[in-house]
């Protein structure tokens, strides 16, 4: 190869490393893990909300976040708007703990320390629990009472 030719081929390549490391670090996207919602890749979200160490990527402890009694048991409510958002820390097999099909919970036994733990029907009930409910209405009437109960109303009017 004659020496023009091996600078032109150089230059070239160099150029090409080059435009693609410079492309690569001005992509924003390419700091954040696939697992993040949308609204952080956007800026909405400062990491400092989750993360003790932005440069590492360490999360604050557990305690940190807000997951008190009322969140717990309203946290349908947030799951159903988007679930990205519980998906940013917990995989779907955490959903599972409680939401499962086959496993009642059984508040002090499973998660003993969690606040959940005062729940009194498995995660779920909710969607099934027309089935206990055709089966024996008065297995309801025990707690929720036979009339006006809140729980009962705000669905059944």
Known sequence: MKPIQLFIVTAAVTGVLTLTACTHMISRES???SWHPES?????????????????GVLKPYAAFSHTPVF??????YAGQDDRLCASCHKRSFCYDCHANELEIKPS????????????????????????????????????GRTNNEQCVACHR
């Open 72 to 77: 717990v048991r309203d946290h349908r409510y």
């Open 109 to 144: 036994i499973m998660h003993g320390d969690r606040p959940d733990r005062q729940l009194v029907h498995r995660g779920d009930y909710l969607t099934r629990h027309q089935i206990d409910g055709r089966i024996d209405p008065t297995s309801c009437f025990r707690c929720h």
């Open 40 to 56: 952080l890749a956007a800026g909405r979200v400062d990491c400092s909300e989750c993360h003790e160490d932005r440069v590492k």
């Open 31 to 33: 700091s954040l893990p």
